[in-house]
Every structure is written in C-alpha cells, then in structure tokens.
C-alpha cells in the first residue's frame, strides 16, 4: 500500500513539474490552455486509478486546485495579451523580407543576413541552387546533375530555419501597394490553391536571365539552351539519341553526317565550353562505342563577331581558336543565324551578305541574356519600359521605386558620370567660394569622388597615373596651385569612358548579394552613423558605400584538359596547368562539402572510367 502511494505522489510531483515547464515553454497563452487540456486527460485518468485511497484523493484535490489554477493564469494572460498591453511595450514587427530566387545572388544574400532582424521569405520555383559553371559537365555527363545543386531547405536549416520558403514563381510585382503575386506549379492532383500574395517591407528580386532569341525564327521551337539543370539533361539525352540514330541500319551517309554534326551558336564562354566538352566526349568515349560512324562527327561553332570568346584577353582567344582549329572543330565567325528548322540552319555571312544553310543534328543556343517577364512588367510600372534591362543604382536600389533592391543577371547597375556631377563636386570641394579649387581644398573631396566614382581609379589605372592629383597638372606635366572650374572639368572629362556595365556572372551576382546583406545587416547603425561618400547634391553621408566589384578572374575550359584563365593585374594563364587550378577553383567554390566531395568524386569516376553513354 504504502509503495503504491509513493509512485503516485511520485507521478503527481512529475505531473506538477510538467506544467510548470509547459507554461514556460509555450509563449502563447492560448498554447498553454490546449496543452494542459491534454495534461487533464491524464489527471482524469489517475483520478480513476486512486479511487478507494482517501489521502490520495485530498493530494488530488490540491492538485486539481493548482491546476484550475493554471488554466485560469494562462487564460487570463491570453486575454491580457489581447486588452491591456501599453502600445510602447509591444514589440515592434520584424520587416519583411522577400526575396525572389535561389540563384547565385538570393541565396549568397541569404548566407550571410541576419535572420533575427528580419521576417524573410523566400520564392523561387527551383527549391535548389545549381552551381551553374558546371553545367556545361554536366550535358556529357563529366559531373552528373545531383552533384551541382543544394537544396534550399538545407540551407533554410543551416540559418536556424528562421527563413521561410515557397516553392513557386513570382508573376507580378505591384510596386505601389507593395505585395507581390506567386504561383506554383505543383501538380493538379494536389488540392489547395496554387497562387497566393505576399506582402513586403523590402522585396529583393534576383530572378537571373532566361535566353535571348533575338525573335529568331525557330529558335524556340528547334535549339536547345543550356540555363538549367534540365536542360543540360535534354542536351545529354540528345547527343546519345543523334549517335544511336546514325547507326540504326538503312541510313545514308549523308543523314548520317547530318544526324552527327553538332552546331553551337554563341562564342561566348558558355558556347566554347561545351563545344570543348562536347569534342572530348566525342573523342575519349563514344568514338570507341559507336566506331562505324567516328569519322562523320563534325562540331561547329557559329559566332557574329570576329572571334570567340571576344570578351577576353586577346591572347586567349587566339588560344582557343588555334586549339579548336587543332581538334577539327569548325569555327565560323562574321555569321548571323536568321532563321533555325527541324533540319537546317540558316545563316547570312556579315561580310559579303551571302545565305547560306547547314544542316544540323542538334544546335544549342547560347547567344547573351534577356529579361524575364516578371521583370519587364515591373520596368513597364516605374517608367524603365524603354530600358532593354532593369537598371538600380550604385546601392542596388532599383530606380524609381522604393524598398525594391535587384542584383545579379536580372539588372544592371547604372553607374553615375562624375560630369553629371562636376559642378556640384567643386562647390562642395570649394570651401571659400573663391571660384577657384586649391590643391588642399581638392585633396579634401578626393577619398569621397573615388568611392562614389569608381571610373576614377580605373582611368588613373589605365593612364598608369599612381596619384589622383596628377590629373589635375596642366597640359606640360607641372604641379598647379589651384584650377578654376573650366580646368576641373577637362581634368576629369576624360573619366566617365571607364563606366562598364558588370558582366553577367556568378561572380557579380555572389558578390552583390554579400554586399546587400551587409547593408541590410548596418542598417539601423548606418542610419545614425552612415559610412559611405558625402552626397555631393546633397547634405550630408551616404548610409553605405556604393558596390564595388571586384574582378577576381574567370576562366575558359578548352577541353583535352587544357583551359585558359584571365588572373587579376592582367594575368592570362594558358594550357594544362590551367585546367588543374580550374579543378581546385571549382572544387573549393561549391556550396557545400556534400557537392565538393560529389563533383571531386565524379571527376576521379571520368579518370578512370570514362563518361556514361546510357541515355537516362
Ligand atoms: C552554362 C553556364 C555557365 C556559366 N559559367 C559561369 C562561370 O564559369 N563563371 C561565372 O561567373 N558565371 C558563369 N555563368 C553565369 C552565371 O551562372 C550567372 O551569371 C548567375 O547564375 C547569375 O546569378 P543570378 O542569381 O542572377 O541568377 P540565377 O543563378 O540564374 O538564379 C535565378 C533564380 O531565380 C529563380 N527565378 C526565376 N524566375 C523567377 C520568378 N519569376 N520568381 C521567383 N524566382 C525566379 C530561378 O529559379 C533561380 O533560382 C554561367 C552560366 C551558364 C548558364
């Protein structure tokens, strides 16, 4: 008897300790009065179990006292919560965050925000990132397509789950009530509505690219792209499908050399990697799987400038070109393509004007970027509808409405001409009003002009002038004390030639990202100590510093593990060693040890191996 009173005293003082920790667990009241619901459950049950045992019964009783007790707290505190809390004692509601994509910019604005500060929500219709530079690896099957991508939510997880995420696709952004419409495309079967609104404090669009045709007939319809995962996967599908077609029986020659050639549009980057990808599939595996038909393979590249890869150093390029030419793949530059068919490629040759026609197998289409609808419904409402790609300023503030930031492929930053400026600079800078700038006077301004005009630092850097005052010498080379503000002007006139548009990279994108989680993370503090350049029309500091991007080089793999790199201080690396230090590049830039560990894998798996042929 007495060991039976001592286990439920035991269980009540458990029972006792249980809802002192639900109260302090559940912060909503509310919260408290279902749990204790359930908790009662149990008491009714133990009630029934000491029926005969009067003294148990009195514990019971006391219990049920303090536990009525509880309900009544909690429920009290619900209601005070709801009636009776100062206004100045609530706690002021976290902005929201919204934030378009899971590219390279979203989720490197993503790593690093400080999530406690801000509700953040997340919509992207890919709940994954994709290490897009190994795309091109991935359509001959060098890397397979699960070792590229990171799923978003491991990355939610990683932030402490305090980011939310919805897999689906921005359609409109209503700028001027702030809140944005989304819908996802899951499949019909499932119930529930598809689209819903979100509403913004701050809305962060980074929704990238999609191709640019050029409204070229057939382009849609007949050539593969090559932004996605599933494309890269319908390119690999493809190139199997055109060897397997050319050696069916009762094929002439010539469907076969059609089925087989392979056409490339586009010299840039994206196009001679998987022409250099392509080549070496071709001529390490599938001429030893399909050997009746290696000699009727051809690759073509089709480029309108003069030559590929036309944004990088000289030099590299004529590498490329010569090593192309070295492994029998056509290059044709000063061509147009006009019209693309189920079987032929229409081009117009730019120096004579003459039409000509190849037939092709497959033609990828890798020809520059264009803007997404969603973006260019937006231009539309802020008055850039005459613009070709959304423009922000130097703080990715987009221009012409509020609180609405853009970065990476989907916008471009419109970098301000200091001559726009020049007389506002002098004013500033002359602080006696005398007309006139000394040396003193301009040496005052000139940190500030360099932040807030980057062309400043890039001309002195290609006039190889080391000191900014150097540009204010007069036209034999001598010192001045002091220029007037015609003499200003023709000093820094020749500057703005420097403005260039940033390139549409992982790089700019990664590092636009960092840069405006940064400001948003300063914010409070920069608005009472602001830290970037003095407004020169204006009073005052700019909060942040302006973007600044850093070019930290990029490279070109050319296949047959060759590659050529363009370095920082206008290095240009060339040849095998290249191709090792893109492997230990792209090794240590993955996103995480899981797709490191993944890609390093496949590569070794290539090495030893070779490529998987199956078309799956
Ligand atoms: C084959 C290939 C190779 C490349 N190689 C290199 C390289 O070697 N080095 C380099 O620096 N750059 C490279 N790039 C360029 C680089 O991939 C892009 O510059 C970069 O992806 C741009 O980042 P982003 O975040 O702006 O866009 P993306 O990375 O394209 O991300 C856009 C995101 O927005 C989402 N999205 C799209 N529409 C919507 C919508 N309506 N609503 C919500 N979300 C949306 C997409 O699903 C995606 O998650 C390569 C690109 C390609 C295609």
Known sequence: MMGVKVTLLKLYSYFLYTLHRLVQHFHRPSEVVSALKKKMRVFSYLNRAINGYPSCSKLLLVFSVSCGGLVAYADSQSDSGRH??????????KKRVVVLGTGWAGTSFLKDLDVSSYDVQVVSPRNYFAFTPLLPSVTCGTVEARSIVEPVRKLVKKRGGD??????????IDAGNKKILCRSNFNENLVGNNEFFLEYDYLVIAVGSQVNTFNTPGVLEYCHFLKEIEDAQRIRETVIDCFEKAVLPGQSDEERMTNLHFVIVGGGPTGVEFA?????????????????????????????????????????????????????I??????????????????????TGVDTSIPHGMVLWSTGVGTRPVVKDLM?????????????????????????????DCATVAQRKIMEDILSIFKAADKDNSGTLTIEEFKDVVEDIIIRYPQVELYLKRKHLFDVM?????????????VDIEEFKLALCQVDSQVKSLPATAQVAAQQGAYLSGCFNHRERCKTNPEGPRRFRGSGRHEFRPFRYRHLGQFAPLGGEQAAAELPGD?????????????SVYASKQVSWRTRVLVVFDWTKRFIFGRDSSRI
Do not use: M
Not at 84 to 93: A, L
Not at 281 to 303: A, G, M, N, R, W
Not at 470 to 482: A, Q
Not at 571 to 583: K, M, N
């Open 330 to 351: 056509d290059v044709l530059t000063g061509c147009r393509v006009v019209s693309v068919s189920d079987k032929l490629i229409n081009l117009k040759v730019k120096s």
């Open 163 to 172: 980011i939310h995420f919805s897999e689906a696709e921005c359609l409109e």
């Open 84 to 93: 009776s809390v100062e206004p100045n004692q609530i706690e002021p509601r």
């Open 470 to 482: 150097d540009l204010l010498k007069d036209s034999s080379g001598n010192d001045r004390k002091e």
């Open 571 to 583: 290095w240009v690396s060339l040849g095998r060693s290249t191709q090792w230090l893109w492997y």
């Open 276 to 328: 250099a990808e392509l080549h070496d599939f071709v001529h390490e595996d599938l001429v030893y799987l399909y050997p009746t038909v290696k000699d009727l393979v051809k690759i073509s590249v089709i480029q309108s400038g003069d030559h590929i890869l036309n944004t990088f150093d000289e030099r590299i390029s004529s590498f490329a070109e010569q090593k192309f030419q070295r492994d029998g």
């Open 380 to 408: 539309q409402q802020i008055g850039q509808g005459n613009r070709r790609i959304l423009a922000t300023d130097e703080w990715l503030r987009v221009k012409g409405c509020e609180d609405v930031y853009a970065l990476g």
